[in-house]
Structure formats: structure tokens, C-alpha cells
């Protein structure tokens, strides 16, 4: 499907001048090479697990990109979250400048 580019693109091994650059190793885990989305991605799941309808999904993932991608449950998990509440929470902390209220975000789902 569609979203096989993204994987192929963000995830595959690239061949540059006769050498490949595996991004991930076969348990899924960053290879030494990985490319900074994936090491970004990892490290958001790994916030998550400061949020409690979240916080078992680092564990789930196990520092493994193909379990998030790949295995249902892990990636059910991932998908149903409530991610508008977590910015939410983010920006909750900011302080808005002189003159200024807290952001607002819609609720979406």
C-alpha cells in the first residue's frame, strides 16, 4: 500500500556507492547506522511512557521500530492513542507570552 514507500523510505537499507546502510538490525532494533527519524521515534515512544494511558507501550515496543510497525497489538496500542491530549499536557507547562492565554486545542478524533 501507500504506506509501504514511508516504511521502505525510513526504514530500508540505502546502497551508496557500493555500500549499505542497514537502518534497522533483524530484531527490529536501530542499527549502528539508523537514520535520526527513527532514533526521534523511539525516544517519543519512550516519553509515553511518562502518560498513563500510554505508559506500558515503551515495554511493548522494546526498543524494536518493526514490533511498533509490524505486530498488531503493539501497533493497535499506538494507534488508538490520544495523542491531542498528551500536546495538550505539553503545552499546559508553556508560558505564554506578555499578553497571551494558553493555547487551545480542538478535541479530535
Known amino acids: 500500500g501507500a504506506c509501504d514507500h514511508v516504511l521502505a523510505a525510513v526504514c530500508g537499507t540505502m546502497f551508496i556507492r557500493d555500500q549499505e546502510f542497514a537502518q534497522l538490525r533483524i530484531d ?53 492513542a ?3 491530549v498528551l500536546r495538550k499536557a505539553a503545552t499546559s507547562v508553556q508560558v505564554p507570552p506578555p499578553g497571551r492565554g494558553p493555547l487551545e486545542f480542538p478535541v479530535t478524533r
Not at 523511539?42 to 522494546?62: G, K, M, N, R
Request: aromatic share 10%; glycine share 6%.
Open 82 to 84: 490520544y495523542f491531542h
Open 28 to 80: 527490529g532494533s536501530l542499527a549502528p547506522g539508523a537514520n535520526p527519524w527513527l532514533h526521534f521515534l523511539l525516544a517519543d515512544i519512550a516519553t509515553l511512557s511518562q502518560y498513563e494511558p500510554l505508559d506500558d507501550l515503551p515495554e511493548l515496543v522494546a526498543g524494536s521500530v518493526s514490533r511498533l510497525l509490524v505486530n498488531e497489538e503493539v501497533r493497535s496500542r499506538f494507534l488508538e
